[in-house]
């Protein structure tokens, strides 16, 4: 099993250009959730999905779009990409909401820089 | 809304040696989970140990273990026999027991293994 993984693992954007970061997880679980790690900070949710067709705001939406595809993938895109946007992206996984708090397995990250 | 306090931003402890790690949060919920996830310098987040609330025992998996003090709402983890590959940063993270999957981070404890 490979977990979660994210594509790109880098990436440079010039103001104003779009993206979309992707993320997998091989591991059947329902939920995904999308992070953001700026240095001297935690990481701090900016959407997530408790099953597939779902989606909800988190603590950092703005700017911000998601897709949850199927179960298995959930994209993050930026549509018109920031300096405050740079950061380090997670994706994250568990596996189920309904049944009650799960521990939550993280992708390697996306260093996204904004020039 | 929860929060959590991490107020050691460095520490540093010889090889071999046991270290402490701090972690206080605060919230109004009687049920609730919380963890100990390690970043290394390869970026990755990796659990380290969770503890729930109503559970009075403390965790432990292998060299770590937890003091959680749900009274004083502190949840510190205990390294022990510290090794060179546990140099990461630390991150103390909370999460409500139902209907709420957000994980909330503290801002990180950077731990150096001195060799």
């Known amino acids: 099993n490979a977990g979660v993984t994210q594509t790109p693992k880098f990436q440079v954007l010039k103001t104003g250009q779009s993206m979309t970061l992707q993320c997998a997880q091989d591991m059947n679980h329902n939920s995904m959730y999308w992070y953001r790690q700026d240095p001297g900070m935690g990481l701090r949710l900016i959407y997530y999905?408790?099953?597939?067709?779902?989606?909800d705001k988190g603590e950092v939406p703005n700017g911000y779009n998601v897709s949850r595809l199927n179960k298995r993938e959930f994209s993050l895109r930026l549509e018109s990409a920031a300096p405050s946007q740079t950061s380090v992206y997670f994706c994250?996984?568990?596996?189920?909401?309904?049944?009650?708090?799960?521990?939550?397995?993280f992708g390697p990250g996306t260093r996204l820089t904004v020039l | 809304a929860q929060t959590v306090t991490q107020s050691q931003p460095e520490m540093s402890v010889q090889e071999a040696e046991t270290v402490t790690l701090s972690c206080t949060y605060d919230?109004?919920?009687?049920?609730?989970?919380l963890f100990w996830y390690k970043q290394p310098p390869s970026r990755q987040m990796i659990l380290v140990i969770r503890q729930e609330a109503y559970k009075q025992q403390n965790a432990t998996e292998n060299r770590f273990s937890v003091n959680f003090q749900k009274a004083a709402k502190s949840f510190s983890l205990k390294i022990s026999d510290s090794q060179l590959g546990d140099t990461a940063m630390y991150f103390c993270a909370f999460m409500k027991h139902f209907g709420n999957e957000k994980l909330t981070f503290g801002t990180g404890t950077r731990l150096t293994i001195i060799p």
């Open positions: 919230t109004s919920e009687s049920n609730y989970y």
């Open positions: 999905s408790a099953s597939e067709g779902t989606t």
């Open positions: 994250a996984s568990s596996e189920a909401l309904l049944q009650g708090t799960d521990t939550q397995y």
